[in-house]
């Protein structure tokens, strides 16, 4: 399966696909940049970017006590999320992304039931 997906243009990111291992290309965050064997892939999921209640409702609270009338709403990046035997990689995405990074899900999905 030699194939590549480009994730993201501006700071490029790009998952290119061989038989038995993914190379990822992290422009934004170079420890990303590697090699990865197929058989060392747990799990591949994209994570929406959406609120975090725990960090918006403390904001809340903390804003109440100090006075401040700043209470906002904070949200979580949306992010592929690439889990192996020995580390974790998050690959940052704004909304544009989210289809090619679908698309790369598939691909490592797909890469794994190859070596399986």
């Known amino acids: 399966m030699n194939a ?27 420890s990303n940049n590697g090699f990865y064997l197929f058989n060392k892939l747990l799990n591949v999921d994209i994570i929406e970017k959406k609120t975090d ?19 906002s709403n904070y949200k979580n990046k949306a ?9 974790s990689i998050k690959i940052w995405l704004s909304n544009e992304e989210i289809d090619k990074a679908h698309k790369a899900k598939q691909m490592l ?5 190859n070596k399986t």
């Open 4 to 30: 590549s997906i480009q994730i993201r243009d501006k700071p490029k990111a790009s998952i290119i696909f061989g038989e038995d291992q993914f190379e990822i290309i992290d422009s934004k965050d170079i």
């Open 53 to 71: 209640w725990f960090i918006t409702v403390l904001s809340f609270i903390v804003d109440i006590f100090t006075g401040s009338a700043s209470g």
């Open 79 to 87: 992010h592929l999320k690439i889990d192996l035997e020995d580390c």
């Open 109 to 113: 999905n797909e890469g794994i039931l």
